[in-house]
């Protein structure tokens, strides 16, 4: 973790506040990401995503219960395959930019690429009771470490939720990962991810997430909208 963080350091020239270093971590190490974005219909060229879009997150360490810190999603590009994403974080000059396909499954997020993708996409129209899995590999593009991975998705209630960004009618998203070393199949890392996705703004407004590796919490995280805005 520590040669990734520092490798994402070199490459931004800024200097990584806890909050930055945990987003990198997670967006190194498959877990955000996230991110959950999602085009309101993969058959739309154009799709529901445009450049400008803007979403701010306030983020919590539920093992810690450390305050709140920032971070900023920014669409700087889109495609008929693909959106990039920029991520930028509170008190750092650290900036990432992310590539998804267009159902929002991460490709490359600088450390690692994911064939087709990391599976936490969201697969449109959504409706309560609805299910997907995904398998996928990831290859480490700083150690050349690859892995296996796979996703479950459920969506399992609509959920009316208010953050500071306001009240919005929501999907709520139960998703489970595992990824396994291809080198080591005992190095087990298990994730599972709660998402509110709110499909009225393209984005999650409230998300939860518990890592597990070697059958040990890592990480406990919560993340809830701040501000956002939308171009039209």
């Not at 490459?11 to 990584?16: E, I, M, T």
């Not at 267009?102 to 936490?120: A, F, S, T, V």
């Not at 590999?137 to 399992?156: E, I, K, L, P, Y």
Request: proline content about 3%.
């Amino acid at each position: 973790m520590l040669s990734e963080q520092r490798a994402l350091e070199w490459r931004s020239g800024g200097r990584v506040t806890p909050a930055a270093r945990w987003m990198i971590l997670l967006v190194a190490f498959a877990v955000t990401s996230s991110q959950s974005v999602s085009a309101q219909s993969s058959d739309d060229a154009d799709g529901a995503v445009k450049v400008g879009d803007r979403w701010v997150y306030e983020t919590r360490d539920e093992m810690t219960g450390f305050p709140k810190e920032k971070y900023t999603e920014i669409v700087t590009g889109v495609s008929p395959e693909n959106a990039i994403v920029n991520l930028t974080f509170s008190g750092s000059d650290v900036s990432v930019s992310v590539t998804y396909d267009r159902e929002w499954n991460c490709i490359d997020n600088l450390i690692w690429k994911y064939k087709p993708g990391n599976g936490q996409g969201m697969k449109l129209p959504l409706a309560v009771g609805k299910s997907w899995k995904t398998t996928f590999d990831a290859s480490n593009t700083q150690t050349g470490a690859n892995f296996t991975g796979a996703s479950s998705s459920t969506v399992v209630a609509q959920e009316q939720i208010t953050t500071p960004a306001g009240t919005f009618d929501t999907f709520k998203i139960e998703q489970q990962v595992r990824e396994i070393d291809a080198a080591n199949p005992s190095k087990l890392t298990e994730s599972e991810i709660v998402v509110w996705y709110a499909p009225q703004i393209n984005h999650f407004v409230r998300r939860t997430i518990l890592v597990k590796f070697a059958e040990r919490t890592r990480v406990m995280r919560s993340e809830e909208l701040a501000e956002f805005t939308r171009k039209l």
